[in-house]
């Protein structure tokens, strides 16, 4: 059994077009989302090392100056 389609409106093809173009306006949007999200996970990776080093600088600052303060007091 074949049914024909006779009401088809004149401008779906313009439509299907349109909603063609969303959707590629969509993937482009998420493809600069997700090279966002990549470069925001390599800085949180660079800064945690940055933000390490720094407290042991700081814990051996603290350690020198320990050691200066007890040599003052001899």
Known sequence: ???????VPADLP????????VVLF???VGVVIL???I???A???????????LEE???DIKRIEKKI????KK
Not at 1 to 7: A, G, K, L, P, T
Not at 14 to 21: R, T
Not at 69 to 72: C, S
């Open 1 to 7: 059994m074949v049914v024909e389609i006779s009401n």
């Open 14 to 21: 313009d439509l299907i077009i349109s909603l063609g173009n």
């Open 26 to 28: 969509l993937q482009a």
């Open 35 to 37: 090279f966002f999200i």
């Open 39 to 41: 470069a925001e996970i």
């Open 43 to 53: 800085t949180l990776y660079f800064n945690r090392k940055r933000r390490k080093l």
């Open 57 to 59: 600088m700081s814990n």
């Open 69 to 72: 303060d007890k040599l003052n």
